[in-house]
């Protein structure tokens, strides 16, 4: 089992910043990448990031390409994620994942993920 706990969510103004943090415990070892989500009110949750943990490859979707960054704390088992620049079309709850799979392609898909938090929620008003 994994557990995975998001916090650093808020309220923040159009064009400014919001660190997340998900902290993972349990059987973190086979972890071979993780993700970050989101899940607009009446949407369906989408990809934001992912890095994997053997190399640091790091992939965005290309609507926060450029104003957000994915990285990781291996010592902490922490992975991060630096949202600047933010806009209010960026208003979600937003999930972190853990996959222990090693597949084709980079894991864009929910279905590629064994585990998830239970989210933290960003605001940006205008």
């Known amino acids: 089992q994994v557990q995975l706990e998001e916090s650093g969510g808020g309220l923040v103004q159009a064009g400014g910043s919001l660190r997340l943090s998900c902290a993972t415990s349990?059987?973190?070892?086979?972890?071979?990448?993780m993700g970050w989500f989101r899940q607009a009110p009446g949407k369906e949750r989408e990809f934001v990031a992912t890095?994997?943990?053997?190399?640091?490859?790091?992939y965005y979707a290309d609507s926060v390409k450029g104003r957000f960054t994915i990285s990781i704390d291996n010592a902490k088992n922490t992975v991060y994620l630096q949202m600047n620049s933010l806009k209010p079309e960026d208003t979600a709850v937003y999930y972190c994942?853990?996959?222990?799979?090693?597949?084709?392609?980079?894991?864009?898909?929910?279905?590629?993920?064994?585990?998830w938090g239970q989210g933290t929620q960003v605001t940006v008003s205008s």
């Open positions: 349990g059987r973190t070892f086979k972890t071979v990448a």
């Open positions: 994942a853990v996959t222990f799979r090693l597949a084709a392609g980079i894991p864009v898909r929910e279905d590629r993920y064994d585990y």
């Open positions: 890095i994997y943990l053997s190399g640091g490859s790091t």
